[in-house]
């Protein structure tokens, strides 16, 4: 989809601030409330953008964070990825190139037990999953929820 000036700014507006209303947004744009809202209820519904809230992991008693390579029958990854990723400890799913290793997926827990329950439980028992690899975060240094939009030279035309 391409983005224009006006949809761009919007986004960053949001991005900055996600309870912003759209009042506050049109006014800087000098445009009605209305032609914001449904641009950015468009970009929602397109799937361009969500607005959301997000919450500090370790605030709410998480603070063991974990990687797990995840290596599936052949010609499965996909249906196992589909899988993990109803687990409710796991917070991203990825498929990878890596070796045997076709998925990667982030898991955050209370503690060690936790952890061992949602790997031995949880992940090994899916069919089509042959082996994990696990790797404990020791520290988050950065998260980035708001990366930008890509220069309009970067676009498609």
Known sequence: MKLDKIDRHIITALKAD????YTSIAAELELSEGTVRHRAQRLMADGVMQVVAVTDPIRVG????????????????????????????????????????????EVI????????????????????VLETRSQSILKVVKTNYGWGLPDQADEPS
């Open 62 to 105: 998480r603070s063991h964070f974990f990687m797990v390579d995840i290596a599936a029958t052949p010609g499965r990854a996909a249906e196992v990825a589909a899988e993990v990723g109803k687990l409710p400890d796991v917070v991203w799913v990825a498929l990878v190139d890596n070796g045997r290793f076709k998925l990667r997926v």
């Open 18 to 21: 996600g309870r912003r209303s």
């Open 109 to 128: 827990c209370r503690d060690m037990r936790h952890f061992r329950d949602v790997l031995f439980t949880g992940i090994e028992p899916i069919d089509g």
